[in-house]
Each structure stands twice: as C-alpha cells, then as structure tokens.
C-alpha cells in the first residue's frame, strides 16, 4: 500500500524507507543492552558512598602479621578530586604496615560464565615498595584469621599492582590444586600519584583478559600463559644426539695460505712526519729518533679466514612424545565458589586509596562503570593541575619577596 501511494525511485520514499529501518535497529540495540543487563548479575559493588557505614561491611583481620604490625583504613577522597563525595576510597596508613581486611559478596561460581574483577586504586604517596593487590577468596574463611604468609588464607585469584624498587608489574596468580601459579608474561605497571583502574576478566573457555584504564594490556589462555598442567609433550629420553651430530656452523678454510711475508709487517713504524725539537741536545739528551707509531699495515696474528661447514646439520632438536603425566582439565581458573573480597598486602610508605570495587559475570557492566570511574579521573586530574599551579605561583610570589632588599632605614629614626 505505502509503495502504490509513494512513486518508487523517488528521495522521499528512500529517506522515509531509511528511517523506519533505522529506528527498528535502533530499537533492538536498545533492547539487547536491555537484556544483557537484566541477565547480568553483580556479585560484589563497593563505592564508599555511605560513610562509614562500609565498617559494618569489612572486616579488619585480627591475625598477627610473621612480622610487623598491622595498619589501619581510613575514609578519604584524597588530595585531589572533582566530586569529593564520588571520589572517597579507603586509605592506608601509617607507614611500614601489613594491611588485611576483606568482604563478603554473594557466592558464586565462574564455571558457565565470565568472572569479571574490577577496582581502582591511587597512590598518591608515590608508592615505591608495596603492594595494591586483590584476593578472592571460596567460602569457609575467617575473615577475622584472613592472613598471608607461610600457612596463608587459601584464595582463588591475586590480581592487581605491585611495586618495589625498579620491579613494577600487575600481579595474576590463580590457585590450582592448592598450588599458586604466577603469570609467565609481565603485565607492565605505570606509576602516579593519580587513579587507575584495574579490570580481569576471565572467561569459561579458560581466555583472560587484563586492561588499565579501560584499554587491554595483556590477553590469552590461561592453559598457555600458566604452568599449571604438566605439559602435552617431553623431549624423548629415550633419543640422544648422535655422537657424530656437527652443530658448528663456520670452519676456518684449509685451502686458505698465510701471504708471503705476512709474518714480517712489524706492529711499530718510525713516525716519518716527526721533526726534532729545536732544542734538542744531543749530548745532554742523546742522538733523536723519531717516535713509533701504530703501523696502519699491520693486521695481527694471521688467521685462515671462515667458510660454510659442509657437514653443518644445523641444531640438534631432541624428538618429542606424548608426556604419559599429562591429563587435560578444562577446569583451570574456573571455581566452584566465590565469596569474599579481600586486601592482604604490605606498604613501605602507605597512603594508597582503594575504592569501585566490583565483582560481575558481564564485562559490559564493568566497562560501563569503568567509564564513570575514568571521568572522576579526568576532573581529579584537573584539580591536580590546578592546585600545582596554584603552589607554584605562590612559591616564586614568596622567592620575589625574600629578594626583595630590605628599605632604607629612616634618616629621622636614627637621628
């Protein structure tokens, strides 16, 4: 009907065709994010939004550090901010502490859907020995025993910053069988005194991902980037290189003949642009000759030079088999429970602020609050700015007046 009242070819007819298109795209863009949102699910959020109403939801350990004492969290936005009430966190300090608290969330496992942990931190101290990390941790802990060390609390997941000295790096661990496994590939780590953001995901096809500020810096498989299987290959023990295996590469040539004469070029020559100074004396100083100097002629010892190695077989790799100690599990990084979030770290010069902690199966929902987190930045960043600018107009306004000499005493006052 549309098109018998509408001529086809016509601009109106594409333009009002186009837009009912559009819109009907538009439309289920929307509900997609709809439903993805719906379908999601938040385990853990924490934004320090209510005071200190977060007490009642941490626990700080009681457990008593090897050695050291234990340090303290307080509620704070910091030096810099834009929204002072958005941007508060909790801080550590004194100084040269171990610092161990944790939460509770909804337990949950990661075994048909993504696991996303997400938080920030600012070291506004300019941190340069401790760390900033995050543990999840399975049921059954006490959150007021939580403790590292030797016999530490057992935790599914370490994630996050570390720093000490010229090492600096994103720590990812994951727990298999009881076992901590270390990442092989470094996860670089940048240092400020401003906010980051620190995102992990993982997914059930045991792929993670890392990102800083929104923007991914390392990905892969858990199975590869890890060693938490034994491998699917050994080198064949049974198999040795032959004894007659040449892996030398370049051998001097033995067609090759030293030149004639080659033995007689001498390493010193007589300088023949040497002139004798006008005031040399024979008798005092004894008859003049000329200086040696380095014989431009002279090349060193002879030595045949190097050719190919026809019998070079290249190097020898040893054969491999299918390592009988190997046994698949498609399980790794995929656990049956999480149910707390906690902080077990230690900090030479305290002063770091943690703060947007969120624990989600959607990395949509983590990136939407990733996005609200990096504007908070920007306006900090801003204030920052501002603040140094002030400071540094107000230091060279007092170096002006300390220059300035002192006026002349009154004629009258010292008569």
Not at 44 to 53: N, R, T
Not at 200 to 205: P, Q, T
């Amino acid at each position: 009907m549309w098109r018998k009242e509408h001529k086809p070819g016509t601009w109106r007819s594409f333009f009002f065709f186009f837009l009912l298109k559009k819109k009907k795209a538009l439309t289920f863009l929307l509900l997609f994010k709809i439903l993805t949102i719906c379908f999601s699910e938040i385990f853990f959020q924490e934004e320090f939004k209510d005071g200190d109403a977060w007490q009642k939801r941490w626990v700080v350990s009681k457990a008593k550090p090897e050695s050291g004492e234990l340090g303290e969290f307080a509620l704070t936005a910091g030096k810099y901010f834009g929204d002072a009430e958005a941007s508060k966190g909790i801080k550590t300090s004194p100084d040269a502490r171990f610092f161990t608290i944790s939460a509770e969330m909804k337990d949950f496992n990661n075994k048909d859907k993504p696991f996303v942990l997400q938080y920030s931190v600012k070291h506004e101290q300019n941190i340069d020995c401790g760390g900033a990390y995050v543990k999840i941790l399975p049921s059954g802990l006490d959150q007021e025993q939580f403790h590292g060390g030797k016999d530490e609390s057992v935790y599914n997941i370490m994630f996050g910053p570390d720093a000490c000295g010229t090492s600096k790096k994103v720590h990812f661990i994951i727990n298999y069988k009881g076992k901590n496994n270390l990442i092989k590939k470094e996860i670089p780590l940048t240092l400020d005194d401003l906010t980051h953001l620190y995102t992990l995901i993982i997914n059930n096809d045991q792929t993670y991902q890392v990102l800083v500020d929104n923007k991914e810096v390392r990905k892969g498989n858990i199975l590869e980037d890890f060693d938490v299987l034994a491998p699917k290959e050994i080198p064949d023990p049974a198999i040795s290189k032959p004894a007659d295996w040449v892996e030398v590469k370049d051998i001097a040539d033995p067609a090759a003949v030293k030149p004639e004469g080659y033995d007689a070029i001498p390493k010193q020559i007589k300088d023949t642009n040497a002139v004798k100074p006008d005031d040399w004396d024979n008798e005092l100083d004894g008859e003049w000759e000329a200086p040696l100097i380095d014989n431009p002629e002279f090349k060193g010892e002879w030595k045949a030079p190097m050719i190919p190695n026809p019998a070079y077989k290249g190097p020898w790799v040893q054969p491999k088999i299918a390592n009988p100690e190997y046994v698949e599990d498609k399980t790794v990084g995929l656990f049956a429970s999480h149910k707390y979030l906690g902080l077990e770290i230690w900090q030479v010069k305290s002063g770091s602020i943690f703060d947007n902690f969120l624990v989600t199966d959607d990395p949509a929902v983590a990136k939407e609050s990733a996005e609200a987190v990096l504007k908070l930045k920007e306006e900090e960043k801003a204030a920052k700015e501002k603040a140094t600018k002030k400071e540094e107009e107000e230091a060279k306004e007092k170096e002006k007046t300390e220059e300035k000499p002192a006026p002349p005493a009154d004629l009258h006052d010292e008569l």
